[in-house]
């Protein structure tokens, strides 16, 4: 047998194969009193004629070359001591440590270092079960049980052929989507028929996409035919209508408002024209109309079959990899300049926006006063890429985990993303995941690219924006009406402040940052400690409870 290397304090791990029948014949401080006190017989007289007896004897021989071979295995075996003990089978079983540090003091730092291991190995796997563990829904379930008043009064407005409502709707797909949602509400307050919405040319992207090609049109229609009467265009007795048209409602009216401002006019033309219904709304609405809200963002909103399909399919590819995390990363050029954040990439790039807002100062969205550090700790800026990363290590997010992220091209390319890139390898988008050919028809059409990032993004296991803006909130909601699936929300106003600190423990800054962010995980939240809230942001209580009393669609 060959003599073992001697590898000081580099000992690398291996296996030493032991006869069976020799760790059962004998323990081993039996052999070793056997073999440093071997018992000597009274009569020696009786071993020499024992001896002379049997030397002529082949059996004799035979046990004494057996006896010689089993004495020199177990020499080497016992010589070997130090190094089988922290050796097992089952390299990682705590057990076999402890019981080899009790046999063999001499490796009782290589033990302890060894069990810490093994530890911090134990802390890895609860923290990847806690980061993929759901929130408890408490039992919340969709309810869109509207009172008798309303559904009796439907029926009239259902009928109604004298009045019909037309609204443009602008910006992105989400905020398009939320006008859309008000639009439906505001036509149910005037008793007026809906024109498919029309979408404007977005100025940014130049998306010239219609409703039809985001939506499901006719999944549209039949979802609300009991409550508001839907038509793809105005009737030929009304084409010739002037309508009425408001470009300037003010933010958050009442429904009383509404029927104050626009009723007696509706009924004189026939035809009411409403532009950039951003928030005019007031988001606090008696409670068939909030249900109703949520039956327009969460059932008739459906997105077109082809953008469906394309997105469940690429949402299956990430779920075949295993658990996954959406992230929807706002690090676009556009997102700074408006902001007046800075990505901290390198002077270079700050020169660029800095410029950019010079040139254009009507981008900045206010609070033009405050320098950037101030709009940094205030909580106003997106997460930059290494501020992403940190979050999710602290939150527990294994290296392995697979992540999907959402957006646009983040400005300064691959570089932005490197952080993230470095830390978590399987980091996904849908050009990615997409095969070829697959994205061509929603070529330069940011909304359907937008909307295949929504439906990646609520399928997944944890979700979580690098800022607010209407793509977080709606999809936060939806979450929270399919069972309040897990949602990180940043505390950036609280956390940044540990970020800076550059003397902080690591251990400390994670627990820091896990307490900070304990209520903030996507569990039920009331609307009605968050007045002037979004029901479609959150649904409880208005559209969800806790009864049996549960309508689906």
């Known amino acids: 047998m060959a003599k073992p290397k001697n590898y000081g304090n580099n000992t690398k791990l291996a296996y030493i194969s032991v006869p069976s029948q020799i760790i059962s014949s004998a323990s081993s401080s039996s052999l070793q009193s056997l073999l440093l006190s071997p018992k000597k017989s009274s009569k020696n007289s009786n071993n020499s004629r024992l001896f002379?007896?049997?030397?002529?004897?082949?059996?004799?021989?035979?046990?004494?070359?057996?006896?010689?071979?089993?004495?020199?295995?177990?020499?080497?075996?016992?010589?070997?001591?130090?190094?089988?003990?922290?050796?097992?089978?089952?390299?990682?079983?705590?057990?076999?440590?402890?019981?080899?540090?009790?046999?063999?003091?001499?490796?009782?730092?290589?033990?302890?270092?060894?069990?810490?291991?093994?530890?911090?190995?134990?802390?890895?796997?609860?923290?990847?079960?806690?980061?993929?563990?759901?929130?408890?829904?408490?039992?919340?379930?969709?309810?869109?049980?509207?009172?008798?008043?309303?559904?009796?009064?439907?029926?009239?407005?259902?009928?109604?052929?004298?009045?019909y409502l037309v609204v443009v709707v602008a910006g992105g797909?989400?905020?398009?989507?939320?006008?859309?949602?008000?639009?439906?509400?505001?036509?149910?307050?005037?008793?007026?028929?809906?024109?498919?919405?029309?979408?404007?040319?977005?100025?940014?992207?130049?998306?010239?996409?219609?409703?039809s090609d985001i939506f499901d049109l006719e999944h549209f229609k039949k979802v609300l035919a009991d409550d508001v009467r839907i038509v793809s265009s105005l009737p030929s007795t009304h084409l010739m209508s002037r309508p009425v048209e408001e470009k300037r409602t003010p933010l958050h009216v009442s429904p009383q408002w509404i029927r104050a401002r626009y009723l007696k006019r509706m009924h004189r033309e026939g035809v009411l024209l409403l532009r950039g219904l951003d928030s005019r709304l007031s988001k606090d609405l008696p409670l068939d109309l909030q249900k109703l809200r949520c039956k327009v963002a969460f059932h008739a909103l459906r997105f077109s079959p082809p953008v469906l399909e394309l997105g469940n399919k690429l949402a299956e590819r990430m779920r075949s990899k295993g658990p996954y995390v959406a992230l929807h990363l706002r690090m676009e050029k556009d997102v700074w300049v408006r902001t007046g954040c800075l990505?901290?990439?390198?002077?270079?790039?700050?020169?660029?926006?800095?410029?950019?807002?010079?040139?254009?100062p009507e981008l900045l969205t206010g609070r033009s006063n405050m320098t950037y550090h101030d709009r940094k700790l205030a909580g106003l800026c997106p997460l930059n890429a290494l501020e992403v990363t940190r979050l999710l290590k602290a939150l527990g997010a294994p290296r392995s985990a697979m992540i999907y992220w959402a957006g646009g091209q983040p400005f300064g390319g691959k570089e932005a993303l490197l952080p993230l890139t470095k830390e978590f390898s399987h980091f996904y988008n849908k050009d990615d995941l997409a095969l070829p050919g697959e994205l061509e028809p929603f070529?330069?059409?940011?909304?359907?690219?937008?909307?295949?990032?929504?439906?990646?993004?609520?399928?997944?296991?944890?979700?979580?924006?690098?800022?607010?803006?209407?793509?977080?909130?709606?999809?936060?909601?939806?979450?929270?009406?399919?069972?309040?699936?897990?949602?990180?929300?940043?505390?950036?106003?609280?956390?940044?402040?540990?970020?800076?600190?550059?003397?902080?423990?690591?251990?400390?800054?994670?627990?820091?940052?896990?307490?900070?962010?304990?209520?903030?995980?996507?569990?039920?939240?009331?609307?009605?400690?968050?007045?002037?809230?979004?029901?479609?942001?959150?649904?409880?209580?208005?559209?969800?409870?806790?009864?049996?009393?549960?309508?689906?669609?």
């Open 173 to 211: 797909m989400n905020q398009q989507r939320n006008q859309i949602v008000d639009a439906v509400v505001i036509a149910r307050i005037l008793g007026a028929a809906l024109v498919v919405p029309i979408l404007q040319v977005n100025v940014i992207w130049g998306d010239e996409s219609e409703f």
């Open 52 to 163: 002379s007896t049997s030397r002529t004897n082949p059996r004799f021989w035979f046990f004494l070359l057996f006896f010689l071979s089993f004495f020199g295995m177990l020499m080497m075996w016992l010589n070997l001591d130090t190094y089988l003990v922290p050796f097992s089978p089952y390299p990682c079983s705590q057990s076999q440590f402890t019981s080899s540090k009790i046999t063999v003091t001499d490796q009782n730092s290589y033990l302890v270092s060894s069990i810490d291991q093994i530890d911090e190995e134990d802390d890895t796997v609860d923290d990847d079960k806690m980061f993929w563990e759901q929130p408890n829904g408490l039992g919340y379930r969709p309810c869109l049980d509207f009172s008798k008043e309303y559904k009796s009064s439907s029926i009239e407005v259902v009928k109604d052929r004298t009045k």
């Open 443 to 553: 070529a330069k059409k940011a909304s359907l690219l937008a909307a295949l990032d929504y439906i990646v993004s609520e399928d997944s296991d944890v979700f979580m924006p690098s800022h607010g803006g209407n793509m977080g909130h709606a999809i936060q909601g939806h979450r929270a009406y399919a069972g309040h699936k897990k949602h990180i929300t940043p505390n950036k106003r609280q956390m940044l402040p540990y970020f800076l600190n550059s003397s902080l423990p690591e251990p400390e800054f994670k627990r820091i940052i896990r307490e900070l962010h304990r209520e903030s995980l996507g569990q039920p939240e009331l609307r009605t400690s968050k007045q002037g809230r979004d029901v479609t942001k959150y649904p409880v209580p208005e559209c969800m409870c806790t009864d049996s009393k549960t309508e689906t669609f």
């Open 343 to 360: 990505p901290g990439l390198s002077h270079e790039y700050d020169e660029i926006l800095h410029n950019e807002r010079k040139l254009r």
